[in-house]
């Protein structure tokens, strides 16, 4: 059984920043891929960063230049430093693993931005 246990959401004003984690435990096997996925009020789900085994990183273009994705592989624990943060960015932030026995999720953590 994997656990992916996330923190560092709140409640910041807009040009702020906040930096999220996500601590992975568990049964878990050769990891893959580790990513941050986000679901506005009203709307789905959505990628906004991951980063491959290896390092190779990618980001939604709504992110890119703002955002930064980074790993701590010896803590099974990625990060998402978030800046110059907008309203639009307001979202529960999902963390995603990706393993070779299977993908899981985390339970989110709320991100609200004031304009």
């Known amino acids: 059984q994997v656990q992916l246990v996330e923190s560092g959401g709140g409640l910041v004003q807009a040009g702020g920043s906040l930096r999220l984690s996500c601590a992975a435990s568990?049964?878990?096997?050769?990891?893959?891929?580790m990513g941050w996925y986000r679901q506005a009020p009203g709307k789905q789900r959505e990628f906004a960063a991951r980063?491959?085994?290896?390092?190779?990183?990618n980001y939604a273009d709504s992110v890119r230049g703002r955002f930064t994705i980074s790993r701590d592989n010896a803590k099974n624990t990625v990060y998402l430093q978030m800046n110059s943060l907008k309203p639009e960015d307001t979202a529960v932030y999902y963390c995603?693993?990706?393993?070779?026995?299977?993908?899981?999720w985390g339970k989110g953590t709320l991100v609200t931005v004031s304009s």
């Open positions: 980063i491959i085994t290896g390092g190779s990183t």
């Open positions: 568990g049964s878990i096997s050769r990891i893959n891929v």
């Open positions: 995603n693993l990706g393993t070779a026995g299977g993908n899981y």
